[in-house]
């Protein structure tokens, strides 16, 4: 009986020919005698896009932000890797403190002459991050000649690389007086200790850019200059799981470009606005064609699909009685898009399929005409019921034009609405590691293409407010504590993407590794 259901099951399902995922024969599809797990897969593995998946690491030249002496200076904590759930992967936990890894030295410990690098072993002392403090072996508890790394370089190796790899080992210039034998102390140290796993960095960085999304593809997105409304776009770039995106029939020199995270909420598969009812700036013929796309009646190569993003809404699990509560006229409280640092007084405009809301700041001088409407979903981290800021000490902002205290029961009687129900909204938190203090790196979401040196100032259940190091504090940023738009200290130079440091002549501690070149 065991070998009849295991043969069953075998039929049932499928391996995807291009990720090796198992996947229902029901839904799978088909290309001769291959199955793929989705149509992305069909189109990567089969290349009928006639070109690369691209998945393209930045070649610009960065500035390197010295995080060490900024952490050390400002004796500041980095949030760690397990707090950011888009960067956590199964590789990184072989790193850990006290890992050995061999490192290159710098040419002032090593009197061999040529360039050729020669290289000792290090320990992990600390973690900040991507970031790591290394301490050569043979210093002991001596921290003078500590040094900083990005643990995800290509300079950092695991235990015997250098043997592998034909490369020199020798004891650093400042060490070499500590103890005669170096060979029987490395045989010592170096017996049955921990490092982390061959070709790390490579398997790490394919981990953590691992997606179906290719330049030249086009999606969705929201229109910066009218945020009621969506436009399309076209994948320009890639940097591991950022997009950067050109509005279709605009220029980059006119600044029709756009950057947001693959898992953003701004950004959907081609169709999703006509298919829930959203506003769509484009042409007639795209309309039609996009909705047959997204309900797949019609497959195209360049269209971004359901499959790849993750608030596709046949993933959300919603329960039955959350999001089918909303409805038009509802009162409740949101983080204002256009003020990111504000919480305020919001209505629900209109509901849209898939429990998708239009949500309008009240008071706001466009709102009348819905241009600065807002889509949130039911299951978004930014709508709050009402209270929520009076319970949690946050400042709410009341509607422009509001005299004297604002109470919430006054307001729903003047204006003759009615609360939405607690019951609609997602405001449990996830058991996040987060902690007011912590460093980052965080995209500037008025002007994405910035990601910033920025502290957690608050935590209030799901919600952080990140403070962008230098600045005042109205330039603060309410975001969900699992937000793609948050980073490890040390993501920027990984993936070599312009790390903004502090604000310019803020009393910080903060020191450039390399002379900043603006992004292009």
Not at 486 to 500: A, D, F
């Amino acid at each position: 009986m065991a070998t009849v259901d295991i043969k069953q099951k075998q039929k049932e399902t499928v391996v995807c020919q291009q990720c090796s995922t198992f996947s229902p024969l029901s839904s799978s599809v088909r290309v001769g005698g291959s199955y793929f797990c989705s149509k992305a897969c069909c189109l990567l593995k089969n290349n009928i896009m006639g070109r690369k998946n691209t998945k393209i690491r930045s070649t610009r030249r960065i500035a390197i932000f010295g995080w060490g002496s900024y952490l050390d200076n400002n004796k500041a904590e980095a949030a760690p890797i397990s707090c950011f759930k888009h960067c956590m992967k199964d590789s990184w936990l072989s790193v850990a403190v006290g890992t050995i890894v061999e490192v290159p030295l710098p040419r002032s410990e090593v009197d061999e002459p040529g360039n050729s690098p020669i290289f000792w072993f290090a320990r992990i002392v600390k973690l900040a991050g991507y970031k790591a403090k290394l301490r050569y072996e043979g210093c002991g508890s001596d921290s003078k000649l500590d040094f900083w790394v990005n643990i995800c370089s290509p300079d950092v190796h695991e235990i015997g690389w250098c043997a592998t790899n034909k490369k020199q080992i020798r004891v650093p210039i400042s060490l070499r007086d500590k103890r005669e034998e170096w060979q029987e102390f490395l045989i010592k140290k170096l017996t049955g200790t921990v490092s982390y796993p061959e070709n790390f960095y490579r398997e790490f960085l394919e981990e953590l850019g691992r997606h179906h999304f290719c330049t030249g593809m086009v999606a969705e997105v929201v229109d910066k200059l009218c945020i009621a409304a969506v436009r399309v776009a076209t994948i320009i770039e890639i940097v591991d799981s950022r997009l950067h995106l050109l509005y279709l029939g605009g220029s980059e020199s006119g600044g029709d470009d756009f950057w947001c995270h693959k898992d953003s909420s701004i950004i959907h598969p081609v169709g999703w606005a006509t298919h829930v009812g959203h506003r769509l700036h484009a042409g007639s013929s795209y309309v039609k064609s996009s909705h047959d796309s997204y309900l797949g009646k019609a497959v195209n190569p360049n269209h971004c699909t359901r499959d790849m993003f993750i608030q596709d809404p046949t993933k959300l699990s919603i329960p039955t009685d959350r999001g089918q509560g909303f409805a038009v006229g509802m009162k409740l409280e949101a983080i204002d898009p256009l003020n990111l640092s504000t919480i305020c007084i919001a209505t629900v405009m209109k509901v849209l399929k898939d429990n998708y809301l239009m949500i309008g700041i009240d008071g706001a001088v466009d709102s009348k005409d819905g241009s600065d409407w807002f889509c949130y979903h039911a299951t978004s981290a930014s709508i709050l019921p009402i209270g929520y800021c009076d319970t949690h000490d946050i400042p709410l902002t009341p509607p422009k034009g509001h005299v004297g205290k604002f109470v919430w029961q006054q307001y729903l009687k003047d204006t003759k609405s009615r609360a939405a129900p607690v019951a609609c909204f997602t405001t449990r938190p996830p058991n996040h590691m987060f902690k007011v203090g912590m460093k980052l790196e965080a995209v500037d979401l008025i002007d994405p293409r910035l990601i910033c040196v920025a502290t957690v100032a608050q935590c209030v259940g799901r919600l952080l407010k990140i403070h962008f190091d230098g600045w005042e504090s109205s330039f603060d940023q309410w975001v969900d504590c699992e937000s793609p738009d948050i980073y490890p200290v040390g993501w920027c130079e990984m993936v070599s993407y312009n790390l903004e440091g502090p604000k310019a002549n803020s009393n910080t501690g903060a020191s450039t590794e390399a002379k900043r070149i603006k992004m292009n």
